[in-house]
Structures are given as structure tokens and as C-alpha cells.
């Protein structure tokens, strides 16, 4: 059975640190790229990053240079490190599984077949 589970949500202040990660199962990891999307109340979910089996990645412009996307094929995990966080990037944060290896269109939903449940990221003082 195909699982995406994630963690490592919670409450930190601005300009504070979390790790999110992504841990799947069910699928040949390695051969699908990986997705992070976001959800604040009353917003449409936005594409945060994505990384390829091989490590190619993208990113949203709005946290570049504060979030890193990496991947460990050996733990079937996807990590999202968070740094620098602002209050906007208070969210539901949700991982998914693209329909193929590569992150192409990966800021489109549609385009990948399988999400987590989603963690809670509050950055608030």
C-alpha cells in the first residue's frame, strides 16, 4: 500500500528552523520525483519544492535561499530543511508523489497522484 507520511511540523518564531520530512512507502522510491506543497487558511495549495530522484530540485521564489529540499533513497525519505521562517510561511505543509521521475510542471497539482496527510508549520512570536 502506497503511504506518504510527513512530520516535523510545529510552532517557532520568526527567523527560527524546522525540518520536514516525508517518509514513503509502497513505491520504488528512487524512480519518482517528490513534491512539497502548502495550505494556509482561506489559500489555494502552492507548490514549495520539489527533487528528482537524482537530486535535480526546484523551488518556489518565495523561499529560496531559506528552504532545501534533499532526499535519502536509502530511507525512503524526502527532507524539507527550514530556515529563516517568516510568518507567511505559516501552513499545512503536504508532500506528494509526482507521476514520473522527473519535476517537470511540478508546481501543478494535478501532476502527481499520491499526498501525505499533511503537517502543521505555525511561525508565530
Known amino acids: 500500500q502506497l503511504q506518504l507520511v510527513e512530520s516535523g511540523g510545529g510552532l517557532v518564531q520568526p527567523g527560527g528552523s524546522l525540518r520536514l520530512s516525508c517518509e514513503a512507502s509502497g513505491f520504488t522510491f528512487d524512480s519518482y520525483a517528490i513534491g512539497w506543497f502548502r495550505q494556509a487558511p482561506g489559500k489555494e495549495r502552492e507548490g514549495v519544492s520539489c527533487?528528482?530522484?537524482?537530486?535535480?530540485?526546484g523551488y518556489v521564489d518565495s523561499v529560496k535561499g531559506r528552504f532545501t529540499i534533499s532526499r535519502d533513497n536509502g530511507k525512503n525519505t524526502v527532507y524539507l530543511q527550514m530556515n529563516s521562517l517568516k510568518s507567511e510561511d505559516t501552513a499545512a505543509y503536504y508532500c506528494g508523489k509526482m507521476r514520473g521521475y522527473y519535476c517537470s510542471h511540478w508546481a501543478l497539482s494535478y501532476n502527481y497522484d499520491y499526498w501525505g496527510q499533511g503537517t502543521q508549520v505555525t511561525v508565530s512570536s
Open positions: 527533487i528528482t530522484g537524482n537530486n535535480i530540485t
